[in-house]
T-cell receptor, first 114, second 115 residues
Framework: NAGVTQTPKFQVLKTGQSMTLQCAQDMNHNSMYWYRQDPGMGLRLIYYSASEGTTDKGEVPNGYNVSRLNKREFSLRLESAAPSQTSVYFC?????????????FGNGTRLTVT | AQKITQTQPGMFVQEKEAVTLDCTYDTSDPSYGLFWYKQPSSGEMIFLIYQGSYDQQNATEGRYSLNFQKARKSANLVISASQLGDSAMYFCAMRVENAGNMLTFGGGTRLMVKP
């Protein structure tokens, strides 16, 4: 039972390079999310997709784009990486958007931008 | 705006003892959910327990229980019979219905279990 799968696990980029973080869930969840976690801090929402075909900005969307490819997959793209985007990125999914629906997280992608 | 506060940056507990991790929240919305997550040193985020704002009873999941005091806006996590594997960061989080249901996190508490 895979749950939420993120790739890659680790990535090092030079400033200005682009990359896409991939995320897939096999729980048939409607909603998917991308968070970032900076050292010693909680998670902050970058973008989310309440359902297939929709995406919305979260708390810290600048410098990122997302694509909800289908119900299973939700990708995060950095068009021109900056050192401030060095962080651990988590993808998550939930059954729905309701306040009683827990998020289930992938194992994270550790990104370093030099 | 919604806010979650965890006032204990770090805590020690002796193995086999119980420990309470504090969480207070701020929202004016009547419909919300409160969650606790565990993040071990390996980095993954593990969902532990959930409490709904309309739930009459405190949530329990195995050795985890949530001490929900609605009037005080607190949702403390109680871990009974601590184990060495409980050493981790613990995050309290909240989803509010009329704020888009986004999951907002507190700053976390690092729990260290001593043998």
């Amino acid at each position: 039972n895979a749950g939420v799968t993120q790739t890659p696990k680790f990535q090092v980029l030079k400033t200005g390079q682009s990359m896409t973080l991939q995320c897939a869930q096999d729980m048939n969840h409607n909603s998917m999310y991308w968070y970032r976690q900076d050292p010693g801090m909680g998670l902050r929402l970058i973008y989310y997709s309440a359902s297939e075909g929709t995406t919305d900005k979260g708390e810290v969307p600048n410098g990122y784009n997302v694509s909800r490819l289908n119900k299973r997959e939700f990708s995060l793209r950095l068009e021109s990486a900056a050192p401030s985007q060095t962080s651990v990125y988590f993808c998550a999914s939930s059954e729905d958007r309701g306040p009683n629906s827990p998020l289930h997280f992938g194992n994270g992608t550790r990104l370093t931008v030099t | 705006a919604q806010k979650i506060t965890q006032t204990q940056p770090g805590m020690f507990v002796q193995e086999k003892e119980a420990v309470t991790l504090d969480c207070t929240y701020d929202t004016s919305d009547p419909s919300y959910g409160l969650f606790w997550y565990k993040q071990p040193s390996s980095g993954e985020m593990i969902f532990l327990i959930y409490q709904g704002s309309y739930d009459q009873q405190n949530a329990t999941e195995g050795r985890y229980s949530l001490n929900f005091q609605k009037a005080r806006k607190s949702a403390n996590l109680v871990i009974s019979a601590s184990q060495l594997g409980d050493s981790a960061m613990y995050f309290c989080a909240m989803r509010v219905e009329n704020a888009g249901n986004m999951l907002t996190f507190g700053g976390g508490t690092r729990l260290m279990v001593k043998p």
